[in-house]
């Protein structure tokens, strides 16, 4: 599909259209702004209608296409954040001139991006600002200008990577690290949220359980428990599991198997795999997601039930008092996996924060506030997955029994 169809076929109902779809950013004296820009006055008495019937009217070129389809194009807020870390060695103050290349490098491939960075005490920031196409929307709505953020922050033993969770912003991010390899450390250690290879629902439901902290077991982090509001479950799929069973083709987050049943008396046969599933929990198996909103989700029977045939909590959102923050307000977060089945690429929102129980205060996390709230967060996750590997070689490192040999009786 040709993204500039729209400026280079667009007849006089097309900009008779595109003028009348927002009166936010194509106000009548916006209007009247473009017409005087191409030498015509119009009358101020003049409706907002017939303003716009009487300026489709005229020729538009190629730029003045293009100006229309600026002044509407939309500002996408990514507030969505994933996080990894990085050891051995890795140093923010070589980032420099590894950020430089590859922004000359995408420079002739990527020609809507914007690339800018910056280092601090123990810091670099890499901003980018870029340009997409959203082809379900209207000829002139389809212009998305995007932006992103790329943080690295040097801890005592590691680097902390917080970036926006987009594919163009997760793709710089990651030919960053591997020019790095390449010109400064060919081994750095990345440490992923990665669960993939975890077949166990207990395991993996420790995971949600650790981030909400229902019993307040880690408040020294500044996180006490006030509620949980929504959860989804998603069936378990490991790196083990055979990969023609493609869980994460469905579209939509929330979805259930609504293919009907095979016949098995049609085909005059059945294999011996659906001969052995043929007793099991059909009703379990065929559906791969499930959400709950509500109250009480921690107890909640059905979820319980879930997650003892083979699901975990892939996505919550829960709210925490924080006592990092002045007056210690009640902040509200979301996170979930992008790759919900196999429990990869974190996915983080940090929403807003609220003073009453009635939440009809909600007000808009502050840069500083978010600053320390993410930090903390950060940690939680971290040690909610440490945690996790380290019962997994618990549970899976069994002593080895060894059987003395009875000495064989003399002849």
């Known amino acids: ?85 990085i050891y051995e060695g890795f140093d923010v103050n070589n980032l420099y001139d590894i950020v430089e290349h590859i922004k000359s490098e995408r420079k002739d491939r990527h020609r809507e991006e914007s690339i800018t960075h910056s280092g601090g005490l123990g810091t670099y920031t890499i901003e980018v600002i870029y340009t997409e196409y959203d082809f379900r929307r209207g000829k002139f709505q389809q212009k998305k200008l995007n932006g992103g953020k790329i943080s690295f922050i040097k801890s005592k033993n590691f680097t902390s990577v917080r970036f926006t969770h987009t594919k163009k912003i997760a793709n710089i991010l990651g030919d960053i690290l591997n020019y790095y390899k390449v010109k400064v450390l060919d081994t750095i250690n990345i440490q992923h949220i990665d669960l993939a290879h975890i077949s166990d629902q207990t395991l993996r439901n420790m995971f949600a359980k650790h981030l909400y902290d229902f019993d307040n077991r880690f408040t020294n982090d500044g996180f006490n428990y006030f509620g949980l509001e929504k959860v989804r479950l998603s069936r378990i799929k490991t790196i083990f599991d055979d990969e023609a069973d493609d869980l994460n083709s469905d579209p939509a987050d929330f979805s259930t198997d609504t293919e009907s049943e095979e016949d098995e008396n049609s085909q005059g046969m059945i294999s011996k795999k659906e001969e052995n599933k043929k007793d099991e929990h059909n009703r379990v198996f065929k559906l791969n997601n499930a959400s709950y909103d509500g109250h009480s ?19 919550i959102r829960w709210k925490s008092r924080v006592t990092l923050l002045t007056n210690n307000p009640i902040v509200t977060f979301e996170i979930g996996f992008e790759d919900k089945h196999f429990c990869r690429e974190v996915k983080i929102r940090i929403l807003y924060k609220q003073h009453s129980y009635s939440g009809d205060d909600k007000e808009k996390i502050e840069p500083h506030e978010f600053d320390l709230i993410i930090k903390s967060l950060e940690d939680r996750i971290f040690n909610a997955n440490d945690l996790i590997i380290e019962e997994l070689a618990r549970v899976t490192s069994a002593p080895i029994k060894i059987i003395n040999k009875e000495p064989e009786a003399e002849e």
């Open 297 to 315: 989700l921690v107890d909640a029977k059905q979820i319980e039930e879930l997650c003892n045939e083979g699901f975990y909590r892939s996505f």
């Open 1 to 85: 599909m040709n993204k500039y169809q729209a400026t280079i076929f667009s007849t006089d109902s097309d900009i008779y259209t595109a003028l009348q779809s927002n009166k936010i950013k194509l106000s009548d004296n916006s209007i009247r702004e473009i017409a005087f820009n191409r030498g015509v006055l119009f009358s101020s008495n003049l409706e907002r209608d017939i303003l716009i019937e009487k300026m489709s009217e005229l020729p538009f070129s190629y730029a003045h296409v293009v100006s229309i389809q600026d002044r509407l194009a939309t500002n996408t807020n990514h507030e969505i954040y994933s996080i990894l870390r």
